[in-house]
Each structure stands twice: as structure tokens, then as C-alpha cells.
């Protein structure tokens, strides 16, 4: 007879969103620094002075954001590169973005725009699975002949981006920004913050293996795979069971109402049947189900479901 076993290790997923994507830490720590041709990234503090022209009036959202650029000689073949570690996507990306040019009697001025800025995608081989260039606010900071960090303060509003992510929800990803100068011999920056993923909903999808059509004895398996890709603990019903040929339900946890809590980062796959199919099970099309259920108007968040043809 086909068995049911709840894996309670859900319970006791890993939990992998996305790590310091505020940068509040004050540390790159969930991040790797690379860089090509001595580009470089670091952690820029609120009211501190760190690029040559003065940064002491530009506002974060908090007291740090991450800085990324060019090397101080500053070719523009000088790529500074930050990655973070595995995290498990959801639908959406989001980030905020400022970056720098100048003005003033010591300035240099770029034809198009001063730096390119790209955000990647990548798998946990470091394959890129996206690209796109993003263009970011950009604060014109005042270059003094009197030196370093002696123009006067300024401040300007970061820029809002999203990165559509909604292909590979569920899956391990890394987000890697990338970051060049356009104008030789000027580094300028570009600083991110508030780096979140958005758009989070529990997903359920059921795989078939063994036989897909089956006879009496063959031995069938289907596997749920769960995935919370939200930074939020989320408390669904799961419903798991089938339709048999004549469309009759069968719900696997009988009577019971099964909830479950699903910590942040959740990805686990758990085993609903495994085992040989008894003798005098009837024949024709049958339909696995799952679904994850929101607990307090039950909206369904996802739902999945497989055919399995019996015959004699």
C-alpha cells in the first residue's frame, strides 16, 4: 500500500534570504569584493568624507550603503565588483542607487554618462543567468582647487530600481554589481543601499518519478519541493491529496487540517507517496495535488498538480 510521510524537517529548513542587504552592519559581511583592474568596493558612512570631492552632505537611508568603483588612477577598463552570497529568489530585486559626477573649476566632464553601472544575476557557479544596465540618480559634486573633501557638501536622492526575478523564484541566486568609470582618471562612485527582494509568495511543486504510467506493483514516488523566498516567516494550510479517475478527492491528511510555519529562506523538499501501487487500484487518470493556502482568507498562494495514468 502507497505510504504518506510528512517530512517535519520543514520545520528545520536553512534559512538563505538575501544577508546585509541594508548595509547596516557596517560591513560588506553576506557580501564578496572582486574587482577587475583594481576596481574596488567598500562601506561608505553617513557624513564622512570618502571620495575626493567632499560627500559629508549626502544622506543614506541609514548610516551606512555600499560604494563601489574604479580604481584611484581610475582607467575606465578599472571595474569594481561586489557579490553577494546564495540567496533564494523571489519575484523581484529591489535597490536604491547614487552616483557621482562633478562640477567646478578642477572638474572633468563625461560625453554620455560618467560611469556604467550593470547588475547581474548569476547562478551559484557564477554563471550569469541576467544583465542589465542601470542608470542612477546622479549627484554633481563640486571639484575645489583647494584639494580633497574641500568643495562644499551636497546632498541628492538615491534612485529606485527593480530587477524582474520572477524566472528563477525559488531558485539559488547570487545579485553581483558591477561598476566602471567612463571618464579617465575619475573613480566616481556609485552607492547602493536598501538592496531587498520583494514580491515574496510561498511556492509548492510537486515532481513524479518511478512510473508515470503505472501498473499494479510498480513502485510510484511524488515529492513536493516548498520554497519561502520572503525574509517574513509565513504560516500556510497545506493541502496534499488527488482526484481519482471518476474525479472522486482524496485528501492525504485525511480529517486533519495541516498548518505549517515557514521560516525565511525555507526551501525543502519533502516526500508525500513512495511505494508500490496495490493490487485492484483503479485504473485510468489519476491527478496529484498540492496547494499552500494563506491561513486567514485562504488565498491561495500556490498550487501544483501532476498526472499519473494507471492501466492493467
Known sequence: MITATLLLGLLFAQNIPLANGGFESGTLTGWTVSGENGGVARIAREGSCFSYNNTE??????????????????????????TSDPFIAGSAITFNALTEAEEGEEAKFAQTDPVTFEARILDEANNALFSQVFKPNVTYLYRSAAGECSGEPRDASFSNHTID???????????????????????????????????NTPTISLAVTGCHTCEEGGHLTVQAHVVNPSTQTVHVEVKAGGRLPDGTPVNLFGQQHMELTLEPGLDKTYTLLDGPLPAGVPTGTWTVEGTLLELELGKTFSRDAKAVEIIR
Open 57 to 82: 552632505g549626502l544622506s543614506l537611508s541609514g548610516s551606512f550603503a555600499a560604494e563601489i568603483r574604479s580604481s584611484g588612477p581610475a582607467p575606465v577598463n578599472s571595474t569594481g565588483i561586489l
Open 165 to 199: 526575478t520572477s524566472s528563477f523564484a525559488g531558485q539559488f541566486v547570487k545579485l553581483q554589481f558591477r561598476q566602471h568609470t567612463n571618464v579617465k582618471q575619475r573613480g566616481f562612485f556609485t552607492l547602493i543601499d536598501d538592496v531587498a527582494i520583494s514580491g
